[in-house]
């Protein structure tokens, strides 16, 4: 059915098409023939429909798609080391890199043309890919160079229809307490949906890991695994505690990089801590991200013992904590106003204490900011919960970007 050559013998190109299969099969042309040579066959072959095709690349569009193969090396997924046979050093000895290629011998050759004085920069590390719903779950940690420690993030990519296909926009996920990249992952139920609309989705970690710092292990509501998506400012916490840069800014550049993904079409959500983070990364960035939405989020953490103790140790006050609180930010917020979908449960334990939805609500009334907060009868705080409205909430963000109409 189908045949190919990869030799450059115009005569084992002609082969190749006449074993291909009379009234379908296919033959393709992959290997360059010498100058000056000519393929041929008789007209015979081809009007009992044999195919007679050639590909450079792979069929791979050198400007548009190439790329794409680029970035499966950078994220580590295609090792090129066994193709490079032959590696030389220096200008000078370019010409024996050209004689080994002519001599059969080597694959790929590189010619090391000097020391350039810089340091390469470390490519992420591939700790998982898995197939999923169609798609590729992925996992890799990256040396960041705003929290100064190694991170780890999970991303969903969904199958595309074609290579040419429009990139699909991105999700971000941001997890609560105790939590890290692994959690809402394999527990939000959010892949089939996902998959169904075509949306990565990106789940970063909740904290720097193994930074070793006073007191990070001390409580499962502060420190490692709960970062509060601050920027710390307290001596102790400000060189590695930088989760909302490393959200905001650096992570959507590096998925950007390394992914087949239009980040600038852009949506946020979140539980619990991670709630408050993708509303306030929201109402920070004016425009930045196209739809908002979370579970069970801490509305206001200013007014809260979760915000209270960790906005006092990263920020060095209560107060300092309003440029981080949902319901302060509201007031003031100037900008696009994409409906912020709210999913509540009535039987939350943290619901009175530590969330507040009704604050964030009542602020968001005065100043006219859509948000639809939805009381979800006899739901805890629990991954259950969330991936019950799971559904819901992507079909919220899809819409918005563009991947279904609006209602």
């Not at 074993?19 to 009992?48: D, M, N, Y």
């Not at 904290?207 to 400012?233: C, H, L, M, Q």
Request: hydrophobic fraction near 35%.
């Amino acid at each position: 059915d189908y045949t190919y050559d990869c030799t450059g013998i115009v005569q084992v190109m002609r082969c190749a098409l006449e074993v291909a299969h009379r009234g379908w099969g296919e033959s393709c042309v992959i290997g360059v023939a010498a100058a000056g040579k000519e393929i041929s066959t008789r007209p015979f072959q081809l009007v009992t429909g044999r195919n007679w095709k050639g590909t450079a690349f792979g069929g791979w569009k050198s400007r548009t798609e190439v790329p794409k193969l680029v970035q499966t090396v950078m994220r580590g997924e295609m090792n090129l080391d066994p193709y490079i046979t032959h590696t030389f050093q220096g200008l000078e000895n370019v010409n024996e890199s050209i004689h080994a290629l002519h001599s059969g011998e080597c694959l790929r050759a590189v010619v090391h043309i000097g020391d350039s004085g810089l340091q390469p920069k470390a490519l992420p590390k591939l700790k998982g890919n898995v197939k999923v719903e169609g798609g590729w779950m992925k996992q890799l940690s990256h040396w960041s160079d705003t929290c100064q420690c190694e991170m780890t993030f999970s991303v969903f990519l969904p199958e595309q229809q074609s290579r040419t296909a429009p990139l699909p926009p991105v999700l971000y996920f941001l997890s609560g307490l105790t939590c890290s990249d692994e959690n809402a992952r394999t527990k939000a139920h959010f892949a089939q949906e996902a998959a169904r609309v075509g949306m990565a989705v990106v789940f970063p970690d909740t904290s720097p890991r193994g930074v070793k710092i006073a007191g990070d292990e001390d409580s499962w509501d502060y420190g490692t695994a709960a970062g509060f998506y601050v920027n710390a400012t307290t001596p102790e916490w400000n060189k590695h505690y930088k989760m909302y840069d490393y959200v905001t800014k650096e992570l959507p550049t590096l998925i950007g990089g390394l992914f087949p993904i239009d980040t600038s079409r852009a949506g946020i959500t979140g539980h619990s801590m991670g709630g408050h983070g993708a509303m306030i990364c929201h109402l920070k960035n004016p425009g930045m991200y196209s739809s908002v939405s979370a579970f069970a989020p801490i509305c206001n953490p200013t007014a809260v013992p979760w915000g209270e103790k960790a906005f006092t140790g990263y920020l060095g006050s209560v107060e300092a904590g309003k440029e981080y609180d949902a319901t302060e930010l509201v007031k003031k917020y100037k900008g696009p106003t994409p409906n912020i979908l709210i999913d509540q449960g009535t039987a939350d334990g943290f619901l009175e204490k530590q969330l507040k939805p009704e604050n964030f609500a009542a602020a968001a009334a005065s100043v006219g900011y859509p948000c639809q907060v939805r009381m979800q009868p006899l739901y805890d705080h629990s991954y259950y919960f969330i991936s019950t409205f799971m559904r819901d909430h992507v079909d919220h963000h899809a819409r918005a970007l563009g991947l279904r109409p609006k209602l």
